[in-house]
């Protein structure tokens, strides 16, 4: 039996310009809500590590 080696190319592949400024463009409107919502004493839903939680404007993370 030969051991398989994997296709390294595949990983050296630049990353798809638009799916790059689709990241960029959703990490500011996350910033920008939560701006927004600390400065009207509101929270943020979200969802991270499988789980729905609530984001409050002093950086407390409430799962529900």
């Known amino acids: 039996m ?3 080696i994997p296709d390294q190319t595949a990983s050296k592949q630049k990353r798809d310009p638009d799916l790059v400024n689709a990241e960029i463009a959703l990490r500011r409107a996350a910033h920008k809500a939560r701006v927004i919502a600390r400065k009207a004493g509101t929270s943020v839903v979200i969802f991270k590590d499988g789980e729905i939680s609530e ?10």
């Open 2 to 4: 030969t051991a398989k």
């Open 55 to 64: 984001e409050r404007g002093d950086n407390h993370a409430h799962s529900g």
